[in-house]
């Protein structure tokens, strides 16, 4: 399907299911430092234990952000694969798209967080800014900051992060993917954390406000697996009733 018709089926889908946020494909985000702090209840040390990785973070500006504090991030994401300019454009057309879509269903979001839809539009806009100018300049020095791969396979060593996060991806797209498609997600994200590192996941609901159905299947097998799962306060309540994220922290002895 072409982005054009992609669109049109989304404004017939919102007359069809107006209670739901309508999205097709998977939506290129911008989101800055402070919303990755408040989503995933990081606190001042959580960066400095080691490299962080950020899953499908798309246009954001967190890795930007965090690395002008000093710490080691790593951004992975199919869209790496797009230069600059390429992927400004889809992200400013994202936002434009993703506002309209929240101006008509703005009475069912937590808007305790960004204030009003104008300041969440302006937030969106100056991560994406600083992302690109981050993006950019990394690319052209030939780092490896930026890396272009998709779940559920990813190209890192076992036991590579001491922190990783997926945010906007794994859940919410819950018609997008099969079930079996994120639990094999959350076990390579499972499998490049090191011992004693940790997983991180926010939301934990799908574009429909509602709690995936097959997580606490996940959380049975993790933990029958030996990892030590739990359900973390957020403190960014943006989609109705989710205020949880997903911890999954993987044990220091294989044998523990």
Known sequence: MSRDAGKKQEQENYGEKEAF??????????????????????????????????????????????????????????RYAKSAAALYAESLEEIASSTAKLE???????????GSIEAHRANR??????????????TEAGSAAYVSAALPKLPFDDGTFALTLCSHFLFLYEEQFTHEFHRDALLELYRVARPGGEVRVYPLYTLRHERYPG??????????????????????????????????????????
């Open 21 to 78: 946020y309508p999205q097709t494909g998977v939506a290129v985000t911008c989101r800055s430092f402070r919303e990755y702090e408040a989503m995933f209840a990081l606190d001042d040390g959580a960066l400095a234990g080691g490299p962080t990785l950020d899953v499908a973070g798309g246009a954001s500006s967190f890795a930007a952000e965090a690395r002008a504090r000093g710490a080691r991030v790593v951004s992975a994401d199919p």
């Open 104 to 114: 008509r269903a703005k009475d069912r979001f937590d808007w305790t967080y960004y």
């Open 125 to 138: 806009e100056r991560s994406l800014e600083r992302f690109v100018a981050d993006y950019r300049a990394e």
């Open 215 to 256: 997580l606490d299947d996940l959380i049975r097998e993790f933990e029958s697996a030996g990892a030590a799962v739990r359900l973390l306060p957020s403190r960014l309540p943006f989609i109705s009733g989710s205020t949880e994220l997903l911890a999954i922290c993987k044990p220091t002895s294989l044998e523990g």
